[in-house]
């Protein structure tokens, strides 16, 4: 078995999200059901994104990344635009212990996201599927 199943309990923690286009959107959209607190590193943001921060409903960090934006953060989602940002990340939360969940094609991950029926992103085994029951508490991450 190469992924352990976990549940992790984001509610009013920190996730990190790297970039601002309609991949970060729906990873943040995704953790706010959660009951994380998107924090959105990136230059631009969506509209809808533009949307949530103006609302409090995430923190945009705009600029250059620094490694204290990780203090406090129960995961990282890194999505596809800056490689370069990608990659300093991962190393900063690698080093941390805190678990990277890769979207939309980034290659770089220590962990898979579940959603309720849908295979783990990033998942050596496709045709694993997760429950709503088993959704209901938190989101499930497949550590590697």
Do not use: C
């Not at 078995?1 to 309990?9: H, K, Q, R, T």
């Not at 999200?17 to 959209?29: T, W």
């Not at 800056?82 to 900063?92: G, Q, S, V």
């Amino acid at each position: 078995m190469e992924y352990l199943p976990l549940m992790l309990d984001v509610r009013d923690r920190k996730a990190i999200v790297s970039g601002g286009g309609p991949d970060a959107e729906a990873q943040a959209r995704l953790i706010l059901k959660a009951g994380a607190i998107p924090y959105v590193i990136a230059d631009s943001l969506t509209p809808g994104l533009q949307a949530l921060a103006a609302s409090g409903a995430l923190i945009h960090a705009a600029g250059a990344f620094r490694a204290t934006d990780l203090d406090g953060a129960a995961l990282v989602l890194l999505t596809p635009g800056d490689d370069m940002l990608n990659h300093r990340i991962y190393a900063a939360a690698f080093g941390r212990g805190v678990p990277v969940i890769a979207a939309g094609g980034v290659d770089l991950a220590t962990a898979a996201l579940v959603e309720a029926g849908e295979p783990p992103v990033s998942s050596p085994e496709p045709d694993r599927k997760v429950s709503e029951q088993q959704r209901s508490s938190g989101i499930i991450v497949a550590i590697n």
